[in-house]
């Protein structure tokens, strides 16, 4: 059972200023692999050993778990591997404006928390602000990676990245959806859901070098993607990928 949280809550609306790379890890120089909603942390904690060319970022925004997750980290004494506490629509975007150039190699969104209802859709977690953020600080090249079980949750995802168009699949990749995860370890659910013998959704995007459109462009078109009976259909604000 998914414990959600309401991200639309005042408690949740507060900015936190996140420590920036040289307070996190060990070597603050490393390339910066960022987990958006990594919940637990399991996935994390197993993947940190994996890669140490990486330095490890996940953002969760239920605080038990974080707590949990910080207190093992500690235990293993992974100093490539930080989980911290805030509300990713809320409080990323300063936090990822000030890294160094090119110092984000890749953004996972791995099995968010699904909002079905219309009225629930601003509490969905890739927001209009949030990709614009994501896609300032990746360099042409660095890369997305999204995953759910749910495509009511996943197409959205999809949608709003190829509307914005400053991301591209990467050549020779499958489509609609990929068969393989480019990780080297599977999250807890991913594990669970393909033992039940059911499908996982996957898109793994690049940066472009095309131009951020407006965030206002962007939440037009995705108020009309929402909204399709009541809001013309709004041109993407730049080119899709194919």
């Keep these: 059972m998914r414990q959600h949280v309401n991200p639309l809550s005042r408690f949740f609306q507060q900015p936190l200023e996140l420590p920036q790379p040289a307070a996190l890890f060990s070597d603050p120089a490393l390339p ?30 239920r605080r038990a778990l974080v707590a949990a997750a910080e207190e093992e980290r500690r235990g293993l004494g992974l100093g490539n591997l930080r989980v911290l506490f805030c509300n990713a629509n809320i409080s990323l975007e300063a936090w990822l404006s000030a890294l160094p150039a090119d110092q984000l190699e890749l953004v996972s969104i791995q099995f968010p928390d699904p909002w079905f209802k219309k ?39 999809v949608a709003l990245c190829e509307a914005s168009g400053c991301f591209e699949r ?4 499958q489509q609609p959806w990929r068969r393989d995860n480019p990780l080297p370890l599977p999250t807890e659910r991913e594990t669970f859901v393909l033992s039940q013998g059911l499908p996982v959704y ?3 995007y690049e940066r472009n070098s095309a131009p951020l459109p407006t965030l206002q462009t962007l939440e ?6 929402d909204n399709p009976a009541t809001a013309p259909a709004a041109a993407p604000a730049a080119t899709t990928s194919q």
């Design 220 to 225: 037009e078109w995705l108020e009309a993607a």
């Design 32 to 61: 910066i692999h960022l987990d958006i909603g990594c919940a637990r942390g399991r996935f994390l904690l197993g993947l940190a050993p994996l890669q140490p060319q990486r330095n490890h970022l996940g953002v969760e925004i």
């Design 202 to 204: 996957r898109v793994l």
């Design 170 to 173: 990467p050549a020779g990749d």
């Design 119 to 157: 009225k629930h859709h601003k509490r969905r977690v890739l927001q209009p602000a949030l990709l614009l953020a994501i896609a300032a600080a990746l360099a042409p090249g660095r890369q997305l990676f999204l995953q759910s079980d749910v495509l009511a949750v996943i197409e959205p995802m």
